[in-house]
C-alpha cells in the first residue's frame, strides 16, 4: 500500500502539466487518455482514497486465429465495492469484448487485491514481476514474517512500543488476507527489459524498487506513455518504508536509484500513475522529489548529530501532522528508512540500548 508521506503532500513544480485538467473518470466509467488506452479510477476505504487502473486495448493469437479483447493493469482490492465497479465497466465499457490479460505492477492490496477474481472470471493470465508474486503469496497465506508478532518486536525495536499502538498491530492481524483473499496459482514472469506486445505496440517493461520487491513500470514508445504504477506520483511522495521482514534494508536509496533509471524516458512522456491525475514533467518530477528527500535527510542529519536518536524519535521531524495508527505504520517504516540511507552511507552509527536501536553521527 501507499502511505507515502503517505501523506505528505509535495508541492507541484510549474513545469508538471495535467493535460485532462481536473476531468475525472467516475467510477465504473472509464475516460481515454491515448490511443486504446482507457483511465478506470476506483475508490478505495483509506487515507489515500483512490486507485487508477488501466485498459489497454489488445489482440492475442489463439488455437482459432486472434482474439481481441483487453489487457488490465492493476486491479483495486477485494472488495464488494471495487467488484461492482468491475462488473459495470465489463457491461458497459469493453465494448462486449474479454478481458485477456490482467498485469499488475506490484503486490500492495488495492493493486493486486482482485487479480484473482479477475483471472477466474475471464480465464485470463496473471503477469507480474516473481518476487511480487511470490510476496504476495507469502503475505496473503500468513507468513510468518508478515505476522503481527514479528510487527509488534519491530516497532517496539525503534521506538514504538505504545500500548494502544501495538494493539492496533495485532487487530492488523490479517489486514493483508482480508484485501486479497486468495492469488492466481499460475502467472507469467515480468522481468526489467521485457517488451509486452499488446495492440500491436510494445510496452517496455522498467523495474523499480524500493517501494515495492521487484515493481514493474511499463513505457510505451510508440504513444510515449509510462503506466508508472507507484513509482512517479505527482503529488504525494511513494512511500518507501523499512519493514519487519528485512529489517536492515536501504529502501529509500533503492527507490532514488530507480527514479534515475527513468530519466532516460523523454520529459514530455505522459505519465499514468496509479493515484493522482495523469500528468507530464517526468524530470522535473523526479528532481521534485529528489530535493524533498535530501531535505528530508538533512533534517535526520541534524537530529543525530545532537543526541541519538530512534525512528520514533525522528518520525514528527518528518511527519508533522497528526497521524492515526495506519498513518503511523508507514511514518515509522519511512523514518527508519531515512535513517538507514545515512547508516549505509557510514554517515550514522546504530546502537542498541535498552532494546531500542538509537542512530548518530559517526564520529
Not at 105 to 117: N, R, S
Not at 179 to 184: F, K
Request: net charge negative; hydrophobic share 40%.
Amino acid at each position: 500500500m501507499l502511505t507515502q508521506s503517505d501523506l505528505t503532500m509535495n508541492r507541484p513544480a510549474f513545469s508538471i502539466h495535467y493535460p485532462r485538467g481536473e476531468q475525472l473518470p467516475a467510477a465504473g466509467h472509464t475516460l481515454d487518455v491515448a490511443p486504446g488506452v482507457k483511465w478506470v479510477r476506483m475508490p478505495l476505504p483509506f487515507a489515500l482514497d483512490h486507485i487508477n487502473l488501466w485498459l489497454l486495448r489488445d489482440r492475442i493469437a489463439s488455437e482459432c486465429g486472434p482474439v481481441d479483447g483487453w489487457t488490465v493493469v492493476d486491479c483495486c482490492i477485494a472488495s464488494e465495492e471495487a467488484r461492482s465497479h468491475w462488473e459495470h465497466l465489463f457491461a458497459h465499457a469493453l465494448d462486449g469484448l474479454p478481458i485477456l490479460r490482467v498485469v499488475v505492477t506490484h503486490m500492495h492490496p488495492d493493486h493486486i487485491g482482485l487479480a484473482d477474481w479477475l483471472c477466474q472470471r475471464w480465464n485470463a493470465r496473471l503477469w507480474i514481476s516473481a518476487t511480487d508474486y511470490y510476496t504476495a503469496v507469502a503475505a496473503s497465506q500468513g507468513s510468518p514474517a508478515f505476522s503481527s508478532e514479528a510487527a509488534t518486536a519491530f516497532y517496539a525495536a525503534h521506538g514504538l512500543n505504545d500500548p494502544a499502538f501495538l494493539d492496533h498491530v495485532r487487530a492488523r492481524r490479517r489486514y493483508y488476507p482480508t484485501l486479497v483473499p486468495s492469488l492466481p496459482q499460475q502467472f507469467h514472469r515480468l522481468l526489467d527489459g521485457d517488451v509486452l506486445r499488446i495492440g500491436g505496440r510494445a510496452w517496455h517493461c522498467h523495474v523499480g524498487y524500493g517501494h515495492a520487491p521487484e515493481h514493474m513500470a511499463l513505457h510505451c514508445p510508440e504513444l510515449d506513455v509510462l503506466i508508472s504504477g507507484d513509482m512517479v506520483l505527482p503529488r504525494i511522495s511513494t512511500n518507501a518504508s523499512v519493514y519487519a521482514s528485512e529489517p536492515e534494508a536501504d529502501p529509500l536509496t533503492l527507490f532514488l536509484t530507480s527514479l534515475d533509471r527513468l530519466r532516460t524516458l523523454p520529459q514530455g512522456t505522459l505519465i499514468l500513475p496509479s493515484h493522482g491525475k495523469p500528468f507530464q514533467g517526468l524530470h522535473a518530477r523526479i528532481e521534485q522529489l529528489h530535493a524533498h528527500h535530501a531535505q528530508h535527510l538533512a533534517t535526520v542529519r541534524a537530529a543525530c548529530a545532537q543526541q541519538p536518536q530512534s525512528a520514533r524519535d525522528i518520525m514528527p521531524l518528518l511527519f508533522q501532522r497528526p497521524l492515526d495508527a495506519h498513518q503511523t505504520t508507514f511514518a515509522i517504516g519511512e523514518a527508519l528508512a531515512h535513517l538507514h540511507a545515512l547508516w549505509h552511507r557510514g554517515e550514522l552509527q546504530r546502537q542498541l540500548e535498552d532494546g531500542v536501536f538509537r542512530f548518530s553521527t559517526t564520529p
